[in-house]
């Protein structure tokens, strides 16, 4: 009648039944006889190996290691315990960043692109440019950051000093405007002129067309970047190709459509 029985070893320890049948099942804690009744009584020495094994499972030391470091000598234990608490932190620091990138997933924005660009993005919007335009940009950033990785950084610089630029600003906000002029208009060819000539007076600024072309090996992905939201034949894409010959016309490489 000594000990007590698996529902109450559980209760004292803190477990429940099936959480000892495992340990057993494992063999992490040796499995009591049954006494004349039947029942198998756990006694002090049972209880103790059950509070051990519990303490160093919630600590995070997984079951398969928690039998040899209670049959460990008190260096290796130790030892152990440095590594397991080494893995934690790692688990740690792993949850941490999950946790802030749900944080970042709560903005759109900041999920896929860095704080410099939603930073941007909001000068954007602040300008006045229309939510839409916004949105597409920050899908051509996302691209760019995607396609070209290594050039990212230097293109969101391009645009922060040519965003300082009222005319500049100006320019891209009249050809905000123009995406919705029919394809034929007249006034897209003397829009295309006006930007390519300010790009080509003003080199910095160039290098928001010319920065990302650089570093891309093909031209696919130029024009995955360049191009993208464009519908084939409207203004939009008839402007862009305007300004992509003017700029070719003075020298300045542009991947044509038709190169790979």
Same mark, same amino acid.
């Given at each position: ?96 960043? %999950? ?10 924005? %900041? ?150």
């Amino acid at each position: 009648m000594n000990g007590v029985t698996i529902g109450q070893a559980a209760a004292f320890v803190g477990v429940t039944v099936k959480t000892v049948r495992h340990y057993h099942k494992l063999g992490l804690v040796k499995e009591p006889e049954r006494d004349s009744s039947g029942y198998r009584r756990y006694g002090s020495a049972e209880l103790l190996r059950l509070v051990q094994v519990r303490t160093l499972a919630a600590a995070g030391v997984p079951l398969a290691e928690v039998g040899p470091l209670l049959d460990a000598d008190p260096a290796l234990f130790a030892a152990a315990l440095t590594g397991v608490e080494r893995q934690l932190t790692e688990r740690i620091e792993e949850l941490i960043a %999950r946790r802030d990138m749900l944080h970042r997933l709560a903005d759109g924005d %900041r999920a896929l692109l860095p704080d410099r660009a939603v930073a941007l993005l909001q000068r954007l919007s602040g300008f006045g440019f229309p939510a839409d335009e916004v949105a597409a940009t920050r899908e051509g950033w996302v691209l760019a950051r995607t396609l070209v990785p290594e050039g990212f950084d230097d293109y969101l610089t391009h645009v922060e000093h040519a965003l300082d630029d009222p005319r500049f600003v100006a320019l891209i906000k009249r050809a905000t405007e123009a995406t919705t002029w029919e394809p034929d208009d007249p006034r897209i060819a003397d829009l295309a002129t006006a930007i390519a000539d300010h790009f080509l007076a003003n080199p910095a600024h160039l290098k928001i067309v010319t920065g990302l072309q650089a570093r891309t090996d093909a031209a696919a992905r130029y024009h995955l970047i360049a191009h993208h939201g464009e519908k084939q034949g409207s203004a939009t894409a008839r402007g862009v190709a305007l300004i992509e010959a003017k700029l070719r016309a003075a020298g300045i490489h542009t991947p044509r459509p038709d190169t790979h």
